[in-house]
């Protein structure tokens, strides 16, 4: 039986008035610590990324290495980084992006949040291909009421938060959880990975509060994935 581990880092990306967290999903065969960095444009925007119900790190926390330890020792371990150390059939891994706009609430910006997935696969080109063979094995419960998919022509994969988020308040989760299917038989168990990467920018003054338009999208998807010079 192959062990896989779910592995999680931190990248940051951050411009004027932009800032950029992220944590990346892996099934392999090691883990690593948390490690968040949060570049601040400005006073005026500010983010972070958690995932507690994976490692029981909140915003800005160092992932706590006695609290992992005390948990993989459980009959059934709670954490989705315990969780995924033997990856079968029917396994639940907890696993739950999701972004807070951590400005001041007296003197941040209101943002708009998008995610970038990527993704990677035995043989597969692009992260929405890889996406698509990583979904024949496993389930992924995507919130789909709050983030709207969109795959570009290279084959990255966005989610676009549907509402503003204020200063001091936080999206809904990505997904929850991964689940290895029961179908799956153990020889289809491949590696994969999964990362994703959140980016706010400022939302501007004149684009409405609920009207996430085309420009703002566009802008979201060049911080993170900068064009080509």
Do not use: C, H
């Amino acid at each position: 039986m192959k062990k896989r581990n779910i592995v999680m880092t931190v990248m940051s990306l951050a411009m004027v008035g932009v800032i950029a967290a992220g944590a990346t999903l892996a099934y392999l065969t090691a883990k690593t610590p948390t490690k968040t960095n949060v570049f601040t444009a400005g006073t005026a925007l500010t983010g972070a990324l958690k995932e507690d119900a994976y490692d029981g790190a909140d915003y800005d926390q160092a992932v706590n290495p006695v609290q992992l330890a005390a948990d993989a020792l459980l009959p059934s371990p709670t954490l989705g980084i315990n969780q995924a150390k033997n990856i079968t059939p029917g396994r639940v891994i907890n696993k739950d992006p999701q972004v807070k706009n951590t400005s001041a609430a007296a003197t941040g910006s209101t943002a708009w949040v998008a995610i970038k997935l990527e993704a990677t696969y035995p043989n597969a080109a692009t992260s929405s291909a890889a996406l698509n063979a990583i979904e024949q094995i496993a389930t992924i419960d995507w919130n789909t009421t709050k983030w709207e998919k969109v795959v570009d022509a290279n084959g990255n994969v966005y989610f676009f938060y549907q509402d503003v988020v204020d200063p001091q308040a936080e999206t809904q989760t990505l997904f929850n959880t991964v689940t290895i299917k029961n179908t799956a038989d153990v020889s289809d168990l491949k590696d994969f990975n999964i990362s994703v990467t959140a980016a706010l920018v400022q939302r501007n003054g004149n684009d409405g509060l609920t009207n996430l338009n085309a420009a703002t999208k566009t802008a979201l998807m060049n911080l993170l994935t900068p064009p080509t010079p």
